[in-house]
């Protein structure tokens, strides 16, 4: 798995974009700062208007190149350069399959359609593929 879009789990420095791994802690001390400079932390996510890191989009891209199966879960993709990656895994030959409620446009060149939240399919779409 490769998450282009960072963990909303972690969080880093502001000012200086380190890793602030087991810095936050229920405090009283909000917003939280970093316990190395000070700088304010902020979840290790993109926000509108930031660019993908190259290493990490470029891992990507060459294993939407490369790989029999690539699901699509929840994007909207309606965000380049990441919303052309499940089009180019389908036209080098992977079996598409997409999970989201609402139309996209991957919808025609999808090899399978699964309407509904993310959190209502997968785990169904778990247990029917470890019934087996």
């Known amino acids: ?42 979840p290790d996510i993109l926000w509108f208007g930031e660019k993908l890191q190259e290493d990490v989009y470029d891992r990507a891209e060459q294993d939407s190149f490369n790989t029999e199966v690539f699901i699509s879960i929840g994007s909207s993709l309606e965000v380049y350069p990441a919303a052309s990656l499940p089009l180019s895994a389908s036209r080098n030959g992977a079996y598409l399959i997409q999970i989201n409620p609402k139309i996209t446009m991957i919808d025609r060149s999808a090899d399978y359609n699964l309407r509904g939240k993310a959190g209502e399919i997968m785990p169904l779409l778990w247990e029917a593929v470890w019934r087996e």
Do not use: W
Not at 1 to 16: N, P
Not at 27 to 33: A, I, K
């Open 1 to 42: 798995m490769i998450e282009l879009h960072g963990k909303i789990a972690t969080y880093k420095c502001f000012d200086y974009g380190h890793p602030a791994e087991h810095q936050v802690h229920s405090s009283n001390e909000l917003p939280p700062h970093c316990k190395f400079c000070g700088s304010l932390l902020r």
